[in-house]
């Protein structure tokens, strides 16, 4: 690294030790609090706000360390709760709908492959978004692929005509 060149990260340590030196000493504490309590007491309304930012981000720690330990109890009613809650399915009707598919994809016939938290994720519900009916399980890939198209069966044959018949053939040498 070059003299005098410093990283932000390098930047923000140097300043973190000299608060710290700063507030080692007792007259500069008090000098600091005395400061922060004349800030609080000219911004109730900002004060009051971060108090609940912090209360809800309190409130969010709780119920994700919540769900992980539910998780990690009863993996097969957390996933229940989920299906039924999203899609209005239980979890059997889940298993049979994927050993009907085979555990495939319905488009691509393959497994699914992403891999989320180092687990490779379940297929996807898809489900129509007007009427909510379920269609079937997808891949992430294939899902988010019908999606992008707005599952317009039109749009889809669009897309399959531009391939087959690509617009620059003619004009553009290979
Ligand atoms: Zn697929």
Redesign the pocket.
Known sequence: MMQGMATDEEKKKRQREAQARYLSKPENREKALAATRSWAARNPEKVKEREAARDKDAQRARAREYMREQREKNPRHVLSLKLKNAYGITLEEFEILEKSQEG???????T?TWVRAGKVYRLSVDHCHDTGKIRGL??????T?IGYFLHDPELLRAAIRYLKHPPAAPFVGK
């Open positions: 495939v994809c319905a488009i691509c016939k393959k699914e997808l891949c992430k890939a294939c899902n692929g």
